[in-house]
């Protein structure tokens, strides 16, 4: 009960803070469309605002404080404007039976999740085989580990337009293309994991597995990839919000129609903030999903292999 | 005819012998030479502590003899050959001063281990589960995960483990080292039962005078830097002990002798 009051309480401090904001942020244009339409503002002319602060015109013109909240397309959108917006691309076009139309956030998100599964599953099965290697081949330890490091020293937003071109250069378009950027992104967290993970088990186990003459290959399945499991899915959870962002930026280079990365493109080209805020809070409602789920498979795995007391 | 038979028998009583051995690590700061010198038989049977301070090289002769670590000189062959040799042939059980309990297993696939890593069949492996269960008395805690468990039953399961598969030898690092005086007492009692039945040679490395003389058929007594024997005690003490043997006159002999050579072996540096 205590700990929901204080998650409640930040929770509406934020949104106070949201609110507030958008006072100074929305109020030129609030102020230039008032004066358009009749109103009297202080003072009179965009032009004699332009240099005025905005706090001092909030003051001054407090009947268009209002409107500030309600504007069609605001600088900084308030939070139920993004409610709204969230409502009436997802839960209302449930209702109407157009769950996977061309407007719907569903079916922009899926087509992201779409993407982000796909890249997440290729980053981890890379991840893991790489960390194998690792850690038994010292010549991959010294050769693999430096380029991993430095693959993701480049910026992403960089490199994805390159991978596209590539790829499309050889006939790879579609989802494909998507999936790497977001493997690219999603195998890292993996690699470095696992290869902690499949180190984990200390000398004294690895001294008991010699008494009993056991092979590498015994020692792998039965001590360190079992002990590796805590670590990989502590990487899985940041793997999966990094597959995450790789598909969204994925979706930026290409001009993509479908995907939450299409739908912010899309609502920068027109200015619909709103637009931009929701698929923003439906690429993190998403992200947040995926944790969760991920964090229910571990605690079932743990439990069933008797860790999680 | 006649002595040939008694030195083939001989030949197989001794199932360590160590000549001359010697073990210099190279360290940071030097060479240190953990094993200098070092002449040893152990029995077929026999229950040998090797007691003294840190860095005598105990344990460092115990994981010789387990081939964890390789000497840089003198000879070692156990059950006649090469410790590595011996490992390769499962020759040994080890435990250690953590119980080293996989977490994800319950007690009774923990034994099953080694026991799946040597490729016994299944059948074999719950019948023998079972009967080292019964053995360091853990009956009905086969299901039980480690954590479910006080260290002291968690020490006897990696004991358990050690016994399941067919090693005559069982090492033993300083087992108890990490329990309390009361528990410690009741597993040495325990611990000379299980020698008494399965009638496996043991080495057993401690800290406790008490319990080296308590336990062994022979006390090795070491001192470091260069780690080595200074005194070798053929107990006197009859095979069963009872716990209150550790006042009659003859226990405290022998645990004053010990006491005299680690003092002896101090009074060098």
């Not at chain 1, 509406?12 to 929305?26: D, E, G, K, Q, T």
């Not at chain 1, 905005?54 to 404080?65: P, Q």
């Not at chain 1, 899926?110 to 038994?136: D, R």
């Not at chain 1, 590539?166 to 290869?195: D, E, H, N, T």
Request: charged residues 20%; contains cysteine.
């Amino acid at each position: 009960m205590k700990t929901l009051i204080a998650v409640l309480t930040v929770l509406s401090v934020i949104i106070a803070f949201w609110y507030a904001a958008c006072l100074p942020m929305n109020i030129k244009g609030v102020l230039t469309e008032a004066e358009r339409a009749g109103a009297e503002v202080t003072p009179a002319g965009a032009k004699e605002r332009r240099d005025l602060g905005e706090f001092g015109l909030v003051l001054d013109n407090s009947f268009a404080i209002p409107a500030t909240w309600a504007q069609d397309r605001p600088r900084l959108p308030a939070p139920h404007q993004v409610a709204q917006e969230l409502w009436k691309t997802t839960g209302a076009m449930v209702l109407k039976g157009k769950m996977m139309s061309k407007r719907s956030l569903f079916y922009h998100g899926w087509v992201t999740l779409s993407a982000t599964l796909l890249g997440f599953a290729i980053g981890t099965g890379l991840g893991i085989l790489l960390a194998v290697g690792i850690v038994h081949s010292r010549v991959m330890d010294m050769s693999v580990m430096p380029w991993a490091i430095v693959s993701q020293t480049i910026p992403i937003i960089a490199l994805a337009p390159m991978i596209i071109v590539v790829l499309y250069s050889i006939g790879v378009q579609g989802i494909l293309p998507k999936a790497i950027i977001s493997a690219y992104l999603s195998f890292f967290p993996v690699v470095v994991g696992m290869v902690k993970g499949l180190r984990s088990p200390d000398g004294m186990q690895l001294d008991l597995l010699r008494t009993y003459n056991a092979s590498t290959n015994q020692g792998f399945w039965k001590l360190r990839l079992p002990a590796s499991m805590p670590y990989l899915f502590a990487s899985l959870k940041i793997g999966i919000a990094a597959s995450l962002v790789g598909a969204i930026v994925g979706e930026l280079p290409t001009g993509a129609v479908a995907g939450l990365g299409a739908r912010l493109l899309g609502g920068s080209y027109y200015g619909q903030t709103v637009q931009i805020w929701s698929a923003l809070f439906a690429a993190a409602i998403l992200a947040a999903c995926l944790v969760a789920l991920l964090g229910l498979i571990e605690r079932s795995v743990l439990k069933r292999m008797g860790m999680g007391a | 005819m006649n002595i040939e038979t008694t030195t083939q028998a001989d030949a197989t009583k001794a199932v360590v012998e160590a000549r001359n051995l010697d073990l210099v690590f190279p360290t940071n700061d030097g060479p240190v030479q953990a094993l200098k010198d070092v002449n040893l038989t152990i029995n077929k049977g026999d229950f040998v502590s090797f007691i003294g301070p840190s860095g005598c090289g105990k344990t460092t002769f115990l994981r010789v003899m387990a081939a964890l670590e390789q000497p840089t000189g003198g000879e070692i062959t156990v059950n006649g050959m090469s410790p590595d040799e011996a490992r390769r042939q499962r020759a040994y059980g080890y435990v250690f001063q953590a119980s080293g309990l996989y977490p994800w297993r319950n007690i009774a696939r923990n034994i099953k281990l080694p026991l799946e890593i040597m490729g016994y069949s299944k059948a074999e492996q719950d019948k023998r589960v079972n009967e080292v269960l019964e053995l360091v008395e853990l009956s009905g805690f086969g299901g039980k995960y480690p954590w479910q468990l006080s260290g002291g039953m968690q020490q006897r399961a990696s004991i358990a483990r050690a016994l399941a598969f067919d090693a005559d030898i069982l090492l033993m690092d300083e087992p108890f080292g990490a329990l309390d005086e009361i528990v410690r007492d009741h597993l040495n009692e325990q611990l000379l039962k299980l020698w008494a039945r399965t009638n496996k040679t043991i080495g057993f490395v401690t800290h406790s005078i008490p319990e080296a003389v308590y336990l062994s058929t022979k006390i090795v007594v070491m001192s470091p830097r260069p780690g080595r024997i200074t005194d070798v005690i053929e107990s006197p003490l009859p095979k069963e002990r009872p716990l209150d043997i550790r006042d009659s006159p003859e226990f405290i002999e022998i645990a004053h002798r010990v006491r005299e050579g680690l003092r002896a072996g101090h009074s060098d540096d």
